[in-house]
């Protein structure tokens, strides 16, 4: 049997996995990060914030340019980071780029009362990207609303959407307890008290309401919330990796505030040498046919020991 969680023994998470893994991670340089580049893992490393956000901007404009009526195509998007969306508004206007045969996927959302909280929620991740990026763009560029699709209470529609149009990037952040979008480790109940899932049993998972892991919700309230943990919810509604699996690439970016040092090698490292464990969601994207790794040099870090 594994060991317990380091962070809290109710859960699996990446500390329960074995410590040659981890600390093979902690001992990567940045120059050793870009070498794990590999056949359907790319690395790119950014000097700049400036050329960080606008290569992750590029992206969205890239998939709505593909996008015609015959096949209308568009890309998925993370809360985290957001800086890339004021710079897509300002790409479309400036571009004066139509999104009539655009798409847009949210990848995830708080779970509150019953239902995914609405437009209004200062934490809102919709509400963030309308905010940020689609309410900047000039009324006669705008997509269609029907092609923005969020995550609800009720998810079958979002799943079904990927097969209506072909999401080109699933773009994402990684979180502290090592997801993409809220894919999170599980909890140690049930079938899964002794074992975690196996990699096909998560991997068969879509959109849903999902519970967040401890660390999740210390993270949010971290990055987002003022660090009053008290406000943030502890269920969340996520994209799983069925619908991920059905994005042609998947590009996360690391500006290095969201994961530590440590957690931005961690992925790295086990996506390069194909080790898919579900107690480390990201780790599961070793099996995707193309994915990218985009680093922002200043946040890279070490694991060096250092007293403060």
């Given at each position: 049997?594994?060991?317990?969680?380091?962070?809290?023994?109710?859960?699996?998470?990446?500390?329960?996995?074995?410590?040659?893994?981890?600390?093979?991670?902690?001992?990567?340089?940045?120059?050793?990060?870009?070498?794990?580049?590999?056949k359907?893992?790319?690395?790119?490393?950014?000097?700049?914030?400036?050329?960080?956000?606008?290569?992750e901007?590029?992206?969205?404009?890239?998939?709505?340019?593909?996008?015609?009526?015959?096949?209308?195509?568009?890309?998925?998007?993370?809360?985290?980071?957001?800086?890339?969306?004021?710079?897509?508004?300002?790409?479309?206007?400036?571009?004066?780029?139509?999104?009539?045969?655009?798409?847009?996927w949210?990848?995830?959302?708080?779970?509150?009362?019953?239902?995914?909280?609405?437009?209004?929620?200062?934490?809102?991740?919709?509400?963030?990207?309308?905010?940020?990026?689609?309410?900047?763009?000039?009324?006669?560029?705008?997509?269609?609303?029907?092609?923005?699709?969020?995550?609800?209470?009720?998810?079958?529609?979002?799943?079904?959407?990927?097969?209506?149009?072909?999401?080109?990037?699933m773009?994402?952040?990684?979180?502290?307890?090592?997801h993409?979008?809220?894919?999170e480790?599980?909890?140690?109940?049930?079938k899964?008290?002794?074992?975690?899932?196996?990699?096909?049993?998560?991997?068969?998972?879509?959109?849903?309401?999902?519970e967040?892991?401890?660390m999740?919700?210390?993270?949010?309230?971290?990055?987002?919330?003022?660090?009053?943990?008290?406000?943030?919810?502890?269920?969340?509604?996520?994209?799983?990796?069925?619908?991920?699996?059905?994005?042609?690439?998947?590009?996360?970016?690391?500006?290095?505030?969201?994961d530590?040092?440590?957690?931005?090698?961690?992925?790295?490292?086990?996506?390069?040498?194909?080790?898919?464990?579900?107690?480390?969601?990201?780790?599961?994207?070793?099996?995707?046919?193309?994915?990218?790794?985009?680093?922002?040099?200043?946040?890279i870090?070490t694991?060096?020991?250092?007293?403060?």
């Amino acid at each position: 049997m594994r060991r317990f969680s380091k962070i809290s023994a109710d859960w699996w998470d990446y500390t329960t996995i074995d410590d040659e893994i981890l600390d093979a991670a902690a001992k990567l340089s940045a120059t050793d990060l870009v070498n794990l580049s590999r056949k359907g893992f790319a690395i790119k490393i950014y000097d700049t914030l400036q050329e960080f956000f606008a290569a992750e901007a590029l992206e969205y404009i890239w998939c709505w340019k593909q996008a015609t009526a015959k096949r209308p195509a568009g890309i998925c998007g993370p809360i985290g980071p957001t800086e890339q969306l004021p710079i897509v508004a300002q790409m479309v206007n400036a571009l004066g780029l139509s999104l009539k045969h655009c798409h847009f996927w949210g990848m995830d959302e708080w779970y509150e009362n019953g239902k995914a909280v609405g437009t209004g929620h200062p934490l809102g991740f919709a509400n963030a990207d309308l905010t940020f990026c689609f309410d900047r763009i000039d009324k006669k560029l705008r997509m269609p609303k029907e092609n923005l699709h969020f995550p609800s209470e009720k998810p079958e529609k979002y799943t079904d959407s990927y097969d209506q149009a072909k999401c080109l990037i699933m773009q994402g952040g990684q979180g502290e307890i090592k997801h993409w979008a809220f894919n999170e480790p599980l909890r140690r109940i049930g079938k899964y008290a002794e074992k975690p899932p196996t990699k096909e049993e998560y991997l068969a998972l879509k959109t849903r309401i999902v519970e967040l892991h401890p660390m999740t919700i210390i993270q949010n309230a971290r990055t987002s919330g003022g660090g009053i943990v008290s406000n943030i919810p502890s269920k969340a509604i996520s994209v799983g990796p069925y619908e991920t699996w059905k994005c042609e690439k998947v590009s996360i970016w690391h500006p290095g505030w969201h994961d530590n040092a440590f957690g931005i090698r961690l992925s790295a490292f086990m996506i390069s040498n194909r080790i898919a464990d579900p107690c480390v969601p990201i780790s599961l994207l070793a099996d995707h046919p193309s994915v990218q790794f985009n680093y922002y040099r200043g946040g890279i870090g070490t694991c060096d020991v250092e007293m403060h």
